[in-house]
C-alpha cells in the first residue's frame, strides 16, 4: 500500500530565529528541560523546538529527544523519550520496528523523525521538521514508512517557512509494504 503525506507548512517570525541564533532562547524553551547541546550549537534545534510548541498549544505532548530503538542506552537526553514510546507501543510492534530498521541498513537511529508526539487519549504522530535549504533524506522516509506501517502512527513533515516566504508545500510518496519513500512528481 502506498500513501502520500503532504507537507505542512508552518510560518515563524524571523525574529525569532535571530533571537535563538543570538542565544535568546527561553520564549521557544519554556516548559522544556533542554540538554547542554541546544545551549552549545547556537544554530540548531529552533525548528526542533518551535514546532513542538506550536502542537504543544494543540494539546500534543511530546519530545524532541528520544530513541525508537535501543541505541544509546544510557544517554540521558533520549531516555525519558524513550520510556514514553516503550509505555505507549506494544513490545512485539517495537521489536519488529527496530527489526526493519537493521535490515534497511538504518539502525541506530538513522533517519528518525525530529519529533515524537502523543495525546493523553492515544494519538500519536512523529515529525521531521525542515526548512529553508534542509531536504527529506531517504533514510527519514523510510523510517517515517516504517513508523506508519509497524507501529501504525501517524507521521508527517513540516516546513518551516519565515513569515511572508514563498513556498510550495511538497509530496512524498511512501512504500508501506517496502519502506521506500521519494518525492512525488508533480
Known sequence: ???????????YPGGDLTAWKIGEKKKLLEGHIPPGDVFNQPTYHFGEYFVLNYFMKARWLGY??????????????????????????A????????????????????GEPDLFLYMESGPTLF???KKEGDNVAPAQLTCLAQIKSILEADVGIVYLAKYGQQYK??????????????????
Not at 1 to 11: A, P, R, Y
Not at 64 to 89: C, D, H, S, T
Not at 91 to 110: I, M, N, P, T, V
Open 1 to 11: 500500500m502506498k500513501i502520500g503525506i503532504t507537507e505542512t507548512v508552518i510560518e
Open 64 to 89: 524532541r529527544f528520544y530513541a525508537l530503538g535501543e541505541w544509546e542506552p544510557n544517554n540521558p537526553k533520549v531516555l525519558e523519550g524513550r520510556k514514553k514510546i516503550e509505555e505507549i507501543f
Open 91 to 110: 513490545k512485539q510492534k517495537l521489536a519488529e520496528f527496530r527489526r526493519q530498521r537493521a535490515l534497511s541498513g538504518y539502525a541506530g537511529g538513522k
Open 127 to 129: 515529525l521531521e521538521i
Open 169 to 186: 508545500a511538497k509530496t512524498y510518496e511512501l512504500d508501506l509494504e517496502t519502506f521506500v519513500g521519494h518525492p512525488q512528481v508533480a
